[in-house]
């Protein structure tokens, strides 16, 4: 059984492919919020405030989490394309999970955001020139990261994500009690 931490494996990242797969990743983070969309409408059935994995988030603390996550990676990509090295600002995640709007608002709400957030994102990365995906930014937690990598990153964390939403779906169990239903995004 894979590990549901996991779904699509961790994350890597080999600089030697970066450029031959970038297309790919730019096209994956387009694609994401269809997905996302998907893989909601497949867990519906079980609801939203019930954990992707036990110890987990909830469904929609994910998707949250998700437009949190991917609006900063803009940002952190915007700053690097902008700026020579600069020193990237972290957030704490586990803390913003649960503020009242990641376990009460409607995932609606972030699904909207990370389409808006994505069309945008994607322009951008088409429009640079290959060597823009080298500049770098210095992240606290992990040291220099490139355009590249970042890229890489949230293409994974996307598809990571939605693999968590997606096997929820596909596990067997009884609807939830107190699961909540809002409205599909």
Not at 135 to 153: F, K, N, V, Y
Request: one cysteine or more.
């Amino acid at each position: 059984m894979s590990d549901p931490r996991f779904p699509i494996g961790p994350f890597t990242f080999d600089p030697a492919r970066a450029e031959s797969e970038r297309a790919l990743r730019i096209g994956t983070l387009e694609e994401m919020p269809a997905a996302l969309r998907v893989a909601l409408r497949a867990v519906r059935r079980r609801g939203l405030d019930i954990p992707y994995r036990t110890g987990g988030w909830t469904v929609r603390q994910v998707v949250h989490h998700l437009a949190d996550s991917h609006l900063h990676a803009f940002v952190r990509c915007k700053t690097a394309l902008t700026e020579r090295q600069p020193v990237i600002h972290t957030y704490c995640e586990e803390r913003w999970a649960e503020l009242a709007d990641a376990r009460l608002a409607p995932a609606a709400a972030s699904v909207a955001l990370l389409d808006a957030l994505h069309a945008r994102w994607v322009v951008l990365l088409r429009s640079l020139e290959p060597s823009d995906f080298a500049r770098r930014a210095w992240l606290p937690r992990s040291g220099i990261s490139t355009i590249d990598e970042m890229l890489a990153l949230y293409a994974w964390h996307g598809r990571h994500h939605v693999a968590q939403i997606a096997a929820l779906a596909r596990r067997p169990a009884a609807r939830l009690a107190g699961a909540s239903t809002d409205r599909d995004p």
